[in-house]
């Protein structure tokens, strides 16, 4: 069964901070995996989708890697802005890509 | 397009009394699936579709039932709600395996049971 864990739960930054959210997985057998932004009572965007055979996406000042070997993948946010405080969410695609699991997210606070 | 349309958007319901929350897609999206998101617990799959005519249990189906009678609606059941159901719940969609594309949001419903 697949289980996504990200750590830190919540994290609070000085504005300008260049910062890292961590993302493991159980089961390397994957199809892809995506992160997503959640504002306050809103709905879910999707920032960057990794697919199995890619080791990283980048937009922006966000840059995504993925290590299937090591169930792991990390979002780097460059350069970090008030705006970005909101809750970053992680989620492992099956084989086929039709379930798709979460991880609880990580909460991002930036300090002005 | 419209994306994911869920409504309605809150619903208060009083815990033995049952009810639809509906989910359209306007994106001709093979595959369709419904999660619960509960403080501190990210989303949680309840079930889910990959065309019409199919679906499957997810994490936590229990008190639920879907079904997929065409390709745009995807329609998920509360039995007798309890209120271990209160929560958030959200539809998604995405075009199919040979696409390998993000997964689409719907705004969400909020649903209380009393």
């Known amino acids: 069964k697949q289980e996504v864990t990200q750590i830190p739960a919540a994290l609070s930054v000085p504005e300008g901070e260049n910062l890292v959210l961590n993302c493991s997985f159980t089961?390397?057998?994957?199809?892809?995996l995506q992160w997503f932004r959640q504002d306050p009572g809103k709905g879910l965007t999707s920032l960057l989708l990794?697919?199995?055979?890619?080791r990283e996406q980048t937009s922006g000042r966000l840059n995504a890697s993925l290590d299937k070997s090591s169930g792991r993948s990390t979002l780097y946010i460059a350069a970090s802005q008030p705006g970005d405080s909101a809750t970053y969410l992680c989620?492992?695609?099956?084989?086929?890509?039709?379930?798709?699991?979460f991880g609880a997210g990580t909460r991002l606070f930036v300090k002005a | 397009n419209a994306g994911v349309t869920q409504t309605p958007k809150f619903q208060v319901l009083k815990t033995g009394q049952s009810m639809t929350l509906q989910c359209a897609q306007d994106?001709?999206?093979?595959?369709m699936s419904w999660y619960r998101q509960d403080p501190g617990m990210g989303l949680r799959l309840i079930h889910y579709?990959?065309?019409?005519?199919?679906?499957d249990q997810g994490e936590v189906p229990n008190g639920y039932n879907v079904s997929r009678s065409t390709t745009e609606d995807f329609p998920l059941r509360l039995l007798s709600a309890a209120p271990s159901q209160t929560s958030v719940y959200f539809c998604?969609?995405?075009?199919?395996?040979?696409?390998?594309?993000?997964?689409?949001f719907g705004n969400g419903t909020r649903l209380t049971v009393t």
């Open positions: 990794i697919q199995s055979s890619q």
């Open positions: 998604a969609s995405t075009p199919g395996a040979a696409y390998n594309s993000p997964l689409h």
């Open positions: 089961d390397s057998a994957i199809y892809n």
């Open positions: 989620a492992v695609g099956n084989t086929g890509g039709f379930k798709t699991i």
């Open positions: 579709s990959v065309g019409a005519g199919i679906t």
């Open positions: 994106m001709n999206h093979e595959y």
